[in-house]
């Protein structure tokens, strides 16, 4: 991937005149915001009376320092502001959205904050991570994650498997496609109402009228810890093995058709074809797909909330699914917080260790 | 390969044929029978779960506990479900205050969908084009450092920012209101914008751009004239997968609507707990949640395909 910087044309001279404007604006817009940010601050802390019904004001205030900000570029800085332009409203964007509501959740992360009572919030350093340490709950949803991450490799399995009879020289290739992607645009929860609470219904659900048919004589899905654990990941399955298949499927036909025909004419088995070229070959593919699932499944929620509600005793219960419903039960966002910082903590440990080991590993492989 | 053989081929020859070669044909015609009942299967797999929702729509008490499978030979097709909602031929000129409900949920979904990818797209859009164009330095961040912040927040999971957003939008009267959901479906499908039309852009000659630099344009004019256009595809892509995420979404519509704002995943679950289910009825209302989707699904196959394999293949 190269980058081109698109600077080599006639350099226009940059608009130098109003650049004592632009070193005014900024400073002006930022001594704005704070002031409007001060005085609702004070205001909810009671120590000035006068400010404003809600915070609302202080969010126009970011978003006048934001223009400012981009305007001050433009005049300071002539070409090079406008280009700056370009990314200046996603990073605005991004900051407010990612790294306010972060750093804010930090100091709710520490605090015994329950929403529904008139108490309000209270300071209470470590208290919630202390609680989690000792919350059997919350660690079996963080084994059930590392399950349903493991998980992923067999639904790899049958994507790469789906994606090589999508490459084989078949009719209607299109309609079949087309039919393989339908899952993945069904919300959860409608998949949740369909398969999970219609499709498994133990009296007539038409899945347990097959189970039955062949041979398990009760078909209760969610009754025990891992056929409901199982029956969870297989739905899950179901709607995401389209997004590895198709990843998969470009992959495949992005192959090298010389290289496929030069193991043919060796006489190299359909098998041993697979093994010695198309799968050293699919790698790089395989990798971003399994780590892109991996980075999807660790955000499954929707399901397990609306099908088991994390039953039977939590055995299906994913970290989200399991904070959601700590916080409806008790309303208390100052541990659902902190349950969730941690959990954050682990996934960032847990990515960036398995993209340093899998470049690590291609490295040695190829 | 077979020896070359007499150009006249008579039926004599067809006898002839060494056994291996029939073997081989039976072996190939095998190999065919289990491809296409592999994907048979599979095509079963995907579908029978729609299938079985739509025509649950149709089905009366007795048609779904008996677990009726085919209308007109199982049972006779009724629209229980769909005059539940309101949206039953016979009942579709009456007042519905269920159908009213499901219109407003409707829309709210649809309206925060469309408007969170839009905004994504743009914002987006023009932070890719910056990045693969330009070079930054803001302190110690350069492109790659920029880029990596916006592809990081991918692995942000939803629940980190559930709780801080419910508190901060109690504070700023945005809770339950459609541009709260609006803002937080932006920001949860920025990265895969960016990521898409990056690799677009990148796949843009930059000549384009130089030349029309020297006739002349901005940076701007540029970007607006000459790239925009090229880079069409790639923006309808991004918009597709967008759409299907938002329209799905679950978990911060739950948490963060109640009355006004809720989305139409919402009205989905709360259906189930209240008094037993009606199956033909959220058999009708799953059914009427996910039309849209199949939909645009099967009509921009092309596009969702393509905004999914970005960056994967290089």
Known sequence: MTRTVVAEVPERPPPKRYGWAGSLLVPAASALFVFVALVQALHVAGVVSFGFANWRPVVCAYLAWGVALCVGQVLRRGEDGVRVLFIMPAVLFTVAMVIFPTLFGLTIAMTDWNLSSTAGRQFNGLDNFRQMLGDAYYWNALQNMVIYSALVLVEYTVAFGLALLLNQQIRARKLFRVVFLLPLMLSPVAVSWMIGKSMLEYRFGPVANLMRWVGWDNPAFFANPWTARLTIEVMDAWTFIPFMMVVLLAGLQALPKDVMEAAEVDGASRWQTFWGVTFPLMLPVSITAIVLRIIFKLKLADIIINVTAGGPGGATDSVTSFIFREYRDRSNVGYGTMLAFVYLILIILFVTGLLKLLNRWTRDVT | ?314
């Open chain 2, 1 to 314: 390969m077979e020896p070359a053989s007499p150009a006249v081929s008579t039926r004599f020859d067809e006898a002839d044929v060494p056994r291996p070669g029939a073997g081989r044909l039976a072996r190939l015609g095998a190999r065919r029978v289990f491809l296409y009942g592999a994907l048979l299967v599979w095509a079963i797999v995907c579908l029978f779960p729609i299938y079985w929702t739509v025509t649950t729509s149709f089905k009366t008490a007795v048609n779904v506990t008996q677990g009726h499978l085919i209308p007109w030979l199982d049972y006779r097709p009724d629209w229980r479900g769909w005059r539940s909602l309101g949206l039953s031929p016979d009942t579709i000129d009456n007042v519905s205050t269920v159908r009213e409900e499901f219109l407003s949920r409707f829309t709210n979904s649809a309206v925060a969908s469309l408007s969170a990818s839009l905004l994504a797209i743009l914002i987006g859009s023009l932070a890719a084009y910056g990045l693969a164009r330009f070079r930054y330095r803001f302190g110690f961040m350069r492109n790659e450092d920029i880029s990596f912040f916006f592809l990081s927040q991918l692995i942000l999971p939803p629940v980190v920012l559930a709780l801080p957003f419910l508190v901060l939008y109690k504070e700023l009267d945005l809770l339950d209101t459609r541009i709260g959901l609006i803002l937080l479906y932006t920001l949860t499908v920025l990265p895969i914008v960016i990521w898409i039309m990056r690799d677009q852009f990148n796949a843009i000659p930059v000549e384009l751009e130089e030349a029309a630099l020297v006739d002349g344009l901005s940076i701007w004019g540029a970007f607006y004239q000459i790239v925009l256009p090229l880079a069409l595809p790639g923006m309808v892509a991004a918009l597709v997968l967008s759409m299907v995420l938002c329209w799905n979404e679950y978990f911060f519509a739950a948490l963060l609507t109640s009355v006004e704002a809720k989305t139409l995943p919402v009205m989905v679950a709360s259906q189930t707990g209240s008094q037993g289910i009606n199956w033909w009825s959220m058999a009708a209302l799953s059914t009427a949640a996910i039309a849209p989707l199949l939909i645009v699904g099967v009509a921009l196959e092309r596009y969702l395909i393509k905004g999914m394999t970005a960056g994967a293949v290089k």
